[in-house]
T-cell receptor
Framework: EPEVTQTPSHQVTQMGQEVILRCVPI?????FYWYRQILGQKVEFLVS????????KSEIFDDQFSVERPDGSNFTLKIRSTKLEDSAMYFC??????????FGQGTRLTVV | GDSVTQMEGPVTLSEEAFLTINCTYT??????LFWYVQYPGEGLQLLLK?????DKGSNKGFEATYRKETTSFHLEKGSVQVSDSAVYFC??????????????FGKGTMLLVSP
């Protein structure tokens, strides 16, 4: 069964450093998403991406965040200068048009 | 804006007990409703869905009915197993004309089933 894969599963970084979280969406999906879950809180929408541009972003997705589809298979989330409050589980998801999203296993980001 | 409220956990049950996890939502229009499950150490998996009022979603013995009059989508299972122990997330989705969607999640309810 096709699945969304994320790497790494756990990333530890120092405050102020840049991190890139990587995702390989399901191959025939055209819509890509990032969500995050701070420990003990709700899963929150960050951004959706289609046709090489952002479709929608939430208030959380400020100038520190960016997304990119660098090639035909990867979808990345970059945090330019990490803060302690960026520590969370980050989920990548993908979907077909007007269909439900399928999620990856998540990357746990710990900022120290 | 949209919001989803689900019962606080953990819910602790013995094997073969009946399960209900309550979920209510606030939204304008007609969102689609979902239950996602997260098993320990794994990602979010779609458990079931309903796209319009009175639809019943079902999978693996779990069921939920989209009740517009009570804005609810309660998850039920007649007889839980130890392997059902996980965190369950209720969510609503808006599908945009261009084809993408945004999910609004509840806080999640942990289910612990003992033998």
């Amino acid at each position: 069964e096709p699945e969304v894969t994320q790497t790494p599963s756990h990333q530890v970084t120092q405050m102020g450093q840049e991190v890139i979280l990587r995702c390989v969406p399901i191959s025939n999906h055209l819509y890509f998403y990032w969500y995050r879950q701070i420990l003990g809180q709700k899963v929150e929408f960050l951004v959706s991406f289609y046709n090489n541009e952002i479709s929608e972003k939430s208030e959380i997705f400020d100038d520190q965040f960016s997304v990119e589809r660098p090639d035909g298979s990867n979808f990345t989330l970059k945090i330019r200068s990490t803060k302690l409050e960026d520590s969370a589980m980050y989920f990548c998801a993908s979907s077909e048009a007007h269909k439900e999203a399928f999620f990856g296993q998540g990357t746990r980001l710990t900022v120290v | 804006g949209d919001s989803v409220t689900q019962m606080e956990g953990p819910v602790t049950l013995s094997e073969e007990a009946f399960l209900t996890i309550n979920c209510t939502y606030t939204a304008t229009g007609y969102p689609s409703l979902f239950w996602y499950v997260q098993y320990p150490g794994e990602g979010l998996q779609l458990l079931l869905k309903a796209t319009k009022a009175d639809d019943k979603g079902s999978n693996k013995g779990f069921e939920a009915t989209y009740r517009k009059e009570t804005t609810s989508f309660h998850l039920e299972k007649g007889s839980v197993q130890v392997s059902d122990s996980a965190v369950y997330f209720c969510a609503l989705s808006r599908f945009m004309n261009s084809g993408y969607s945004t999910l609004t999640f509840g806080k999640g309810t942990m289910l612990l089933v003992s033998p």
